[in-house]
């Protein structure tokens, strides 16, 4: 019998939120940033305004973990417009998508308080 394995899901990372017409928002993701998953950790690119998977270090913005994507989406050749998690939440540590270079547990805490700073803790 061959095993199956399910997924991740959208939203998965999600233990609660505010309402949908509160803790919810539409970000744009900037072109290049490639497929991005749902529960990926995004900070916003101060120039522009738009998105991106939010890494350890940085001096553009995005370094600083604001918003966390809700479903898959692929900007790997232009902007898409998508649904985020942006204030009073709480999302499942386990299951949040980090950018490659948030890679050890000091990183990740350190992305955890940025998004407590905008309501979203990380349980």
Sequence with gaps: MVALVEGRHSA????????????????????????????????????????????????????????????????????VTAAVIARTAEVNKNIIVYEATVNDDAKKAAKAVQLAAVGIIVR
């Design 12 to 79: 998965e990372f999600l233990l609660s939120e505010q309402g949908v017409n509160y803790s919810r928002d539409n970000v744009v993701i900037v072109s290049g940033a490639g497929v991005v998953k749902a529960g990926t950790v995004l900070g916003e690119v101060t120039a522009s305004g738009k998105y991106r998977p939010s890494p350890a270090t940085g001096a553009t913005g995005e370094q600083v973990a604001s918003v966390i994507n809700l479903y898959d989406v692929d900007a790997t050749s232009a902007d």
